[in-house]
């Protein structure tokens, strides 16, 4: 296991018995923090995309139990219901990011087994879950970056979209830990960051990001991948999920799937970088990953300017489903996953 | 030929001896119109995109070579200077579009031939050809627009990228042009408008241009358009061209090549509109095609607001490439190319 230290960006932290989040909606023109005390708070906070990237919304919802623990009544019965609400609350903020309903329901177990001896132990014990569940993630991702290693060649010049990094989970980053961890073995070259349009994850937090952190950031609009592709200035993709389906199609950014697509087309190898926790076994393929569909004037509104007349329709997927077959293999805290992903999903998890 | 009659949108207008050009810098927000008297003030409005699309910066320049002639000096050899000179200046406002050489060489050809005679009648003439020229322009868009019908299913959803429309021409457009005849066929469904950054020409002048016109319309980020053909929304692609080789490689606004891969992999056709000028027979194949590399500024920056930190490079090419073998048919105001290009356009420039 890993012992490298990463606390350059911990979007997602813990202070005075309160939740503290980065703003990532003003990013990178402020640096805001947001103190959060109940329940309802977080699930907007979610909701909004103060917090987004689907581990570090497993890590927020985590302490968003804490607090529903810490709020809810001292009689036992009204203490385990307002658990159990406030684990809806949460569930239903965003669909398609599995780490949510995966730390919520394990925050639910924790406070549970607890419960039953005194309120006051089922508290203690879900901060402590949450705080472990937040380190774990920044352990899982430095654990992701270093089992990319052999998949990343000298001078290395990678494309990523949206945002998979510190900023998308408890630190560190998934797509974005591949890049450090490419960085820190003297292979990196230059990061090409997608803005990702609509919400523009890439312009605002990937090169934010990057920048913070003194690692080398072009970015293009995401009209350009393909043409840088046909230049030859790509040597691999590298992206985060939000699902990974049991036959290992994943659910990601909206422009996941068409960046693969560039990416076989030009014969370069794309990549996912991911938490075992992100693979969703009960969801055999991507046709069944529920797509979160969001307000159309994300895409016609920018930072309050109109960019579009008035009445025009827009239509605004949040994800998309990236097919098995166009992955060439899956970075995780616990190995890589090549095809056939069935098998070598299932047995990554084995103890 | 066509009576079709069309004069909604014309940009490219000439008014009491002065070039009235529409500002599309300003679209949707504002509808302002420009009136230019002098040729440098021309260059400036193509290299600003004040006026942009290939056929519609051919009719541009046409104008700006007539406010040459009436500007030039009274004295024969004055004359021919001023108006060698304000061919190089015009030419060199946007390497990429051929229709703009075109245009320009095709003034001076004129001006040239009536300079012996008199000056009086040489800018005469140079008036008149920038009137043909511009109308002639609308005439072979409509033209494109019929030829392109016989490729164009019941109830037609197109995907666009970019603006081809009669804000890029003198009117009607090439691209658009195949919507509008498809319309008025009565089997247009929808046109998906691909933003197209970092301009968002798509956003702001298709989405615009369509909705004017009362003709269905709905806007997508870049990020979409894989995801919408994935899911069997989109039946065929149309696009415009800046330069098409004589091989019929495309160039035309970056973006188009990837969703022309796009379309490929979804075995949906990928047809380019264009007037026959802006094939450039003297260009054997589309890598000898100059593409301009314009100011990041245009991609780190929009509406005045700053989507990245300062200091993070970008990348802004205006155009790519699209090989001859992802395009399904050319649509000309001459016909319909096919496969092999080389044979089937040249065929076409045939009296």
């Given at each position: ?226 043409s840088l592709m046909a230049s030859g200035e ?118």
């Amino acid at each position: 296991m890993s012992t490298i230290p990463y606390d350059n960006i911990r979007p997602v932290q813990w202070e005075d018995g309160k939740l503290k989040l980065l703003d990532q909606r003003l990013l990178p023109a402020q640096t805001r923090w947001l103190l959060l005390h109940e329940v309802e708070q977080v699930r907007e906070a979610i909701y909004t995309m103060v917090v987004r990237g689907a581990p570090a919304i497993g890590c927020s919802a985590a302490y968003g139990m804490a607090l529903a623990a810490k709020n809810a009544p001292e009689d036992p019965d009204g203490f385990m219901a307002a658990v159990a609400a406030a684990a809806e609350t949460l569930k239903s903020a965003r669909p398609t990011a599995v780490n949510l309903a995966w730390a919520v329901d394990r925050l639910v177990r924790v406070i549970a087994a607890r419960a039953a001896g005194s309120v006051a132990a089922a508290r203690e014990a879900a901060l402590e879950e949450a705080h472990a569940l937040t380190d774990e993630d920044v352990r899982y991702c430095i654990q992701i970056g270093e089992a990319s290693l052999p998949y990343i060649p000298e001078s290395a010049r990678i494309l990523t979209h949206c945002n998979a990094g510190a900023l998308a989970t408890g630190g560190y980053g998934t797509a974005l830990g591949v890049v450090r961890a490419a960085a820190g073995a003297g292979r990196l070259s230059m990061v090409y960051a997608d803005e990702t349009r609509p919400r523009q994850q890439g312009a605002r937090l990937t090169a934010w990001e990057l920048q913070q952190d003194g690692l080398p950031v072009t970015l293009i609009a995401d009209t350009v991948a393909g043409s840088l592709m046909a230049s030859g200035e790509i040597d691999l993709v590298v992206v985060g999920s939000d699902r990974i389906a049991a036959n290992g199609d994943v659910a990601n950014k909206i422009g996941t799937y068409q960046v693969a697509i560039l990416a076989a087309y030009h014969q370069i190898p794309f990549y996912v970088a991911a938490p075992l926790s992100t693979v969703d076994f009960s969801t055999p393929d991507g046709s069944l990953i529920p797509i979160e569909e969001r307000d159309p004037e994300e895409v016609a509104v920018i930072d309050g300017t109109r960019i579009t007349p008035e009445g025009v329709a827009c239509r605004n997927p949040a994800f998309d489903v990236t097919p098995h077959d166009l992955v060439k293999a899956i970075f995780t805290d616990r190995g890589v996953a090549e095809p056939p992903y069935g098998a070598s999903l299932a047995r990554l998890c084995d103890p």
